[in-house]
Every structure is written in C-alpha cells, then in structure tokens.
C-alpha cells in the first residue's frame, strides 16, 4: 500500500520561504513521478511542480516558475519542495501526489494522494 505524507508547512511571512517534504513508502516502481498540487480555499487543486524520479527531469507552473524549486532524495524516498519568495497567493493546502503509470510528471491522473499541509502566507 503506498503513503504519502506531507510536512512542512507553516505560517510564513511574505517573502520569506518553506520547503515541504513529501516522504513515499510503498512504492515498488522504478519509474514515478511526483507532483506537488495546491488548493486554496474556493479555487481548484493545481499542479504547481513535479518530478519524474526515475530521470530527475522536474517542470514547475509558471505562476512559480524561480521561486518553487523541487527536489528529490531517492535514497529517502522523499520530495522536497523549496519555495522562496513567498507571496500571500501562494496561501494553500498543498499536496503531494505520485503515480507509476504517467509518461510525464506534468498530466492529470494522479493515483496516491497526500493528506495535505497548510501554507499560509501573511501580507
């Protein structure tokens, strides 16, 4: 059975910066890929990063494009997500989600889920 479980969220000031992890278990595949998704309140859940571990090659929404760096360590089973330069919109539950049968870490489909970490950036 695979879990996903989030921590590192928090209250943060804008500009300032976060870095969730994403710790995997359960996951037998060579190949898979990670998204980090957020959701704010009355907004639909976006993909704002992710990861396909098996060739490291990451893709992150412009909306956070050089400010949202993720990562991955293998070895940990675990993901990171290092965001800068914090604005009060990037405020979200944010989730982690895996899959092993997307081609690309950028699609819809997402099988395993996080329960998901509050971000809450203040103005």
């Known amino acids: 059975e695979v879990h996903l479980v989030e921590s590192g969220g928090g209250l943060v000031q804008a500009g300032g910066s976060l870095t969730l992890s994403c710790a995997a278990s359960g996951l037998t595949s060579a190949h898979y890929v990670v998204g980090w998704f957020r959701q704010a309140p009355g907004k639909e859940r976006d993909l704002v990063s992710c990861i396909s571990i098996s060739d490291g090659r990451a893709r992150q929404a412009d909306s956070v494009l050089g400010r949202f760096t993720i990562s991955s360590d293998n070895a940990k089973n675990t993901v990171y997500l290092r965001m800068d330069s914090l604005k009060p919109d990037d405020s979200a539950v944010y989730y982690c989600?895996?899959?092993?049968?997307?081609?690309?870490?950028w699609g819809v489909g997402y099988d395993y889920w996080g329960q998901g970490t509050q971000v809450t950036v203040s103005s």
């Open positions: 989600a895996a899959d092993t049968w997307l081609q690309s870490c």
